[in-house]
């Protein structure tokens, strides 16, 4: 969990960068784009090994009124790693459907998928803004801490991969083998 602190010093790192982009993005097209939100739900639990408290579903949005559905979610996974680094997944999903004869629904889906590491030390006590304190956690971050930040971003980018991996599997959008 973020520690809850007033004042605190924050590392912030994108999982998937570098190399490339800090985000994933897909589109899909095809039948039953609403059932790519249980399907998410149920790999947030697989992969991420989340608890149903630990996800968060915000700005959630799906409108019914009309023949064509419309729907948009944001989830955020925060997922603790240790005492002072959490894992923070964001997933945004919007989409549309339509009736369709041969599929019950059919319609489009967006998808964008990131991921950051962040660490955290509080800096509220007088102690905690020394300059004693200051080179101690420095040492600490630098010569023990970081190789393990390192293993962290990347079992980050090995689950958003994975997180991917199975929804395009779902999706059956996989690239053809020869």
Request: proline fraction near 6%; charge should be neutral.
């Amino acid at each position: 969990m973020p520690v809850f602190a007033r004042t605190k010093l924050m590392i912030h790192e994108d999982c998937l960068a570098p190399p490339g982009a800090p985000f994933i993005t897909m589109s899909y097209a095809g039948p039953n784009p609403q059932n790519i939100y249980t399907e998410m739900k149920k790999l947030f639990a697989t992969i991420f090994n989340a608890e149903e408290r630990e996800l968060q579903e915000r700005d959630f949005s799906w409108d019914k009124s009309s023949p064509n559905e419309k729907f948009s979610v944001k989830f955020e996974l925060i997922r603790d790693m240790d005492t002072f680094s959490f894992m923070q997944i964001i997933i945004d999903l919007s989409g549309e459907t339509k009736p369709s004869r041969e599929f019950g629904k059919e319609g489009t889906a967006n998808i964008r998928i990131e991921g950051r590491l962040r660490t955290e030390y509080p800096q509220d006590t007088i102690f905690q803004r020394s300059l004693i304190y200051e080179w101690f956690r420095v040492f600490y971050h630098r010569f023990i801490y970081e190789e393990t930040r390192k293993r962290f971003k990347d079992q980050c980018r090995e689950m958003i991969n994975q997180f991917h991996y199975q929804l395009k599997s779902f999706l059956n959008i996989l690239p053809k083998s020869s």
